[in-house]
């Protein structure tokens, strides 16, 4: 089986597969990656965009796992902003999702935290158009953290 681990790491994930699978890895950082195949001298790493490979070779692979670092949209983003890290939500993962779900034949997984994205089936119609939109459309929902979770059912218990 031809499998591509994309932003692979040190490879906590790929620990778990079977030895007889022929790997691609792709991590952008030269040291993280030199740690990645010392752990697994016989997988191919790829020091590159892990992102922009996908689009390139999505089509070479039986399987894919993607990793996609998390820390800006998940709750990481809300500690890094109190340290003064202001930003938006990097939308790679959601765009590997919605890229993958439409035209990769194979089996694919992309690892996302605490939050949900909903694909809305047969494709949206706009008030005066006969016709569909061209485009995919889907909801992506980001669950309260258990903190607002915890607030959220408190001010329903108070009224
Ligand atoms: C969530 S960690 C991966 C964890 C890995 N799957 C594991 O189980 O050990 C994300 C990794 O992606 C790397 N990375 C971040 N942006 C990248 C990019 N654009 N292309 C390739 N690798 C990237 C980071 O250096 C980090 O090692």
């Avoid at 485009?135 to 980001?142: A, E, L, M, R």
Wanted: charged residues 25%.
């Amino acid at each position: 089986m031809n499998v591509l681990n994309l932003y692979c790491g040190i490879g906590g994930n790929r620990k778990l597969w079977p030895k007889e699978c022929e790997v691609t890895a792709v991590e952008n950082n030269p040291q993280i990656a030199k740690i990645y195949q010392d752990f697994f001298p016989k997988d191919k790493v790829i020091v590159c965009d892990a992102h922009k490979y996908l689009l390139e070779h999505y089509k070479e692979f039986d399987f894919i796992w993607s990793s996609p670092p998390c820390p800006s949209h998940s709750r990481t983003n809300t500690f890094l902003n109190a340290q003064g890290i202001v930003r938006y939500p990097d939308m790679g993962l959601w765009q590997e999702i919605v890229f993958l779900r439409n035209f990769c034949h194979s089996k694919w997984v992309v690892e996302k935290k605490a939050t949900e994205i909903r694909f809305i089936k047969g494709r949206l119609k706009f008030s005066g158009h006969k016709q569909g939109a061209p485009f995919p459309s889907c909801i992506v929902i980001f669950k309260p953290a258990s903190h607002e979770k915890k607030s959220y059912v408190a001010t329903k218990i108070r009224k």
